[in-house]
């Protein structure tokens, strides 16, 4: 046990069922590496692949999926979490996981599912997760043979754990449902009410820094956006909308200023030259080593550590996250906003509609194998909907489209899969 293992105790390794060791011929894996590999081997990591980053992944080969997307926030997570002297399996397998329990069509999918399932408790993507690595993936069972999920530690399993509070009155976002809240309940055990532990913290800061500057690539390499040519005014406006709404034009404006001041910060427009995606890729490593550097010198001026469950706090320094926030910006508006993403995001909302109700119509025998069961032990129509929810969320943005062809037709839905 190295040093850093050291640090976690007997609680933070502990799993919701006992296992016992691996047979003596097996390679003999440390328990956050055996959490990492199972996650790496789920089946809902895969189909990360095939679902919205924000781009389409069939509309073109160079821009990010939810799969290349946590691959990158791994990555940054891993490196941030080795710097801070926090566990990197454990910050590394967090972030692989992020966004696990997100449905087709990214956000978009995510809203109109909340909307839909307000009868059993809503739907919000980290929730899901949670349900996912606890219920729904297989792989170990309790003594009276109900899932468990991965069966993950509680350390890691609390990493991957965003929100760690259930739904609250005004508030969209949070980490658990209620049917889900013994395993949410183990895993919080000793836990400060309310509070990320630090390598959840690592993961959320690795997912702000990854999306920010890789959408604004994405976007950029696709053509929406011109980072020598920005519409600041529009930007602002967009920036207080989603993200800043107390910022002002001239705080805006000296964020980007120091944007600007980036050495590799493009001063020509893209041009989609082995050069100019050189150029765009170094000023990508250069605004990530930024924002984590900056991160990492203000966490050490805070504390010495070690930075580990509870222990300590990540601070990222507003400048920072200014900066992260206007890169955001300027990604929602010329990417989210625009004007055929609006009206398919509208199709994407009504496809996610009509399937839900086609499935609750239709009844188990429209379920994949692994959910029928679950329907049939369903004690109310709520629980019914969570399972045909859990149906639909697990779905890829293409398979999503495939089963609502098969599904719905003529303005209807149709009878079940044959």
């Keep these: 046990m190295d040093d850093v293992e050291a640090l976690y105790d007997e609680a933070a390794r502990e799993r919701i069922v006992p296992e016992p060791p691996k047979r003596v011929d097996a390679p003999v894996r440390l328990p956050f590496e055996r959490d990492r590999a199972r996650l790496v081997h789920a089946a809902s990591f895969r189909r990360l692949a095939a679902k919205t980053q924000v781009v389409g992944p069939q509309s073109d080969d160079f821009v990010r999926n ?21 566990h990197p399996d454990i910050a590394e397998t967090a972030a692989l996981a992020h966004d696990l329990g997100h449905p087709p069509f990214g956000h978009n999918g995510e809203r109109v599912l909340d909307e839909i399932a307000a009868g059993c408790g809503g739907f919000e993507g980290n929730a899901q997760t949670l349900r996912l690595l606890t219920r729904l993936e297989a792989k170990t069972a309790d003594a009276d043979g109900r899932s468990v999920g991965l069966n993950l530690t509680r350390a890691t399993l609390d990493a991957c754990t965003k929100y760690p509070w259930p739904r609250r009155p005004g508030s969209p976002k949070f980490g658990v449902y209620d049917d889900d809240r013994p395993a949410f309940d183990w895993m919080r055990a000793g836990a400060p009410d309310g509070r990320q532990c630090v390598e ?86 250069d605004l990530i080593g930024r924002f984590c550097g900056a991160v990492q010198q203000a966490t050490f001026a805070r504390g010495d550590g070690p930075f580990v469950r509870y222990r300590g706090e990540i601070v990222v320094p507003a400048d920072t996250w200014a900066e992260i926030t206007v890169l955001k910006g300027v990604a929602a508006h010329y990417v989210m906003q625009a004007d055929d993403r609006l009206a398919a995001m509208e199709r994407q909302r009504e496809l996610l509609a009509e399937l839900v109700d086609a499935l609750g119509r239709g009844g188990p025998d429209l379920l994949d194998e692994s959910l029928r069961a679950d329907w049939r032990a369903a004690p109310d129509d709520a629980a019914r909907q969570r399972v045909v929810i859990d149906q639909v969320a697990s779905l890829t943005d293409a398979s999503a489209v495939a089963w609502h062809e098969r599904l719905w037709r003529g303005g209807r839905p149709v009878g079940p899969r044959q």
């Excluded at 290349?68 to 002297?85: C, F, P, Y």
């Design 66 to 86: 939810r799969l290349t997307h946590s691959l990158e926030v791994a990555q940054i997570a891993r490196d941030l979490s080795r710097a801070l002297g926090t």
């Design 200 to 285: 959840a913290q690592v993961m959320d800061l690795a997912d702000d820094v990854a999306y920010s500057v890789h959408d604004v690539e994405d976007g950029t390499v696709a053509g929406r956006i011109d980072l020598t040519r920005l519409d600041t005014a529009a930007v602002w406006e967009t920036v207080r909308g989603w993200y800043a709404p107390d910022a002002t034009d001239d705080e805006l404006d000296e964020v980007l200023r120091r944007l600007r001041a980036v050495g590799s910060w493009p001063r020509s427009p893209y041009d989609g030259t082995r050069g100019s995606l050189a150029a765009l890729k170094n000023l990508t490593s």
